[in-house]
């Protein structure tokens, strides 16, 4: 059973910074998609950013690039989702996800619990 645990978040003023994390169990994230999605109240999930199954790629969403950077440690089992510059509109429960399957960008299939950020103005 895949399971994912987000930390990191917590409350932070305009323009500051946070390092989520998500660590995964069950099996090792080597090979599979790592993606990041948040959800602000009364709105959709949206995708924030994801490292690729290779490991060496990354995506991210308009509002997410140049701000926020994505990266995984294979060895500790753990993503990370560095957010600067932090903005009222990034204030969201942010999750992170994984596919079912290796080798591919598509399809996430497991989802942590999410952890709550709140920015302040």
């Known amino acids: 059973q895949v399971q994912l645990e987000e930390s990191g978040g917590g409350l932070v003023q305009t323009g500051g910074s946070l390092k989520l994390s998500c660590t995964a169990s069950?099996?090792?994230?080597?090979?599979?998609?790592m993606g990041w999605f948040r959800q602000a109240p009364g709105k959709e999930r949206e995708f924030v950013g994801s490292?690729?199954?290779?490991?060496?790629?990354?995506d991210y969403t308009d509002s997410a690039k140049g701000r926020f950077t994505i990266s995984r440690d294979n060895a500790k089992n753990t993503v990370y989702l560095q957010m600067n510059n932090l903005k009222a509109e990034d204030t969201a429960v942010y999750y992170c996800?994984?596919?079912?399957?290796?080798?591919?960008?598509?399809?996430?299939?497991?989802w942590g619990q999410g952890t709550q950020v709140t920015v302040s103005s």
């Open positions: 069950g099996r090792s994230i080597s090979a599979y998609a």
């Open positions: 490292s690729g199954w290779t490991g060496t790629t990354t």
């Open positions: 996800a994984t596919p079912k399957f290796q080798f591919t960008n598509d399809h996430y299939d497991y």
